[in-house]
């Protein structure tokens, strides 16, 4: 079922550059039904963090616009599926896969150099306390941003194939 989520998830960003919020709802009900399945309230409890975690901590990082509200909702969905531990290994995973594409993408577009000012811009800046929306301080990037639900997936099916094993 998460697998088939996913591959949803990664397909409508890669054409529309969204995650369906309906798809989302869908798989929360899908963790929550589970839980109410097992009739403890000690797993509908763990299901309620497992979902709710990864919205709170990634929740920073949206704010600044490194990352989708959209990805952070497929993140919490796989932790509601799998638990902390793993979604915890597949965040690693896309952040270091979306790094690699990135810099293969910044690299392809020639604009490595002028986003890496831009980075140290935003960070001085936010060091003096002057906070701002990172993809509105740095240069046009809106040919050069990647899917990271891509990113989340390949993470999320390379560690199932590894558990698998």
Do not use: H
């Not at 952040?95 to 993408?105: D, H, I, M, N, Q």
């Amino acid at each position: 079922m998460l697998a088939t989520i996913v591959l949803i998830a990664m397909i409508s960003d890669i054409y529309g550059r969204r995650i369906s919020n309906r798809l989302i709802v869908v798989a929360y009900i899908i963790c929550i039904a589970k839980a109410l399945g097992s009739r403890t309230f000690s797993a509908i409890l763990q299901v309620v963090i497992d979902l709710s975690t990864p919205v709170i901590i990634l929740y920073l990082l949206y704010l600044i616009g490194v990352i989708g509200a959209g990805d952070i909702k497929l993140l919490s969905v796989i932790s509601g599926f799998t638990g902390m531990i793993f979604a915890g290994k597949v965040t690693l995973l896309a952040f270091l896969l979306g790094g690699v594409w990135s810099v293969a993408r910044l690299l392809q577009e020639k604009s490595l150099m002028r986003n890496m000012y831009a980075g140290v811009g935003y960070i001085w800046n936010l060091m003096q306390g002057k906070v701002t929306d990172y993809q509105s301080f740095s240069p046009d990037r809106s040919d050069i941003t990647i899917p990271f639900s891509v990113c989340i997936g390949i993470g999320t099916y390379m560690l199932m194939l590894i558990e698998m094993m």
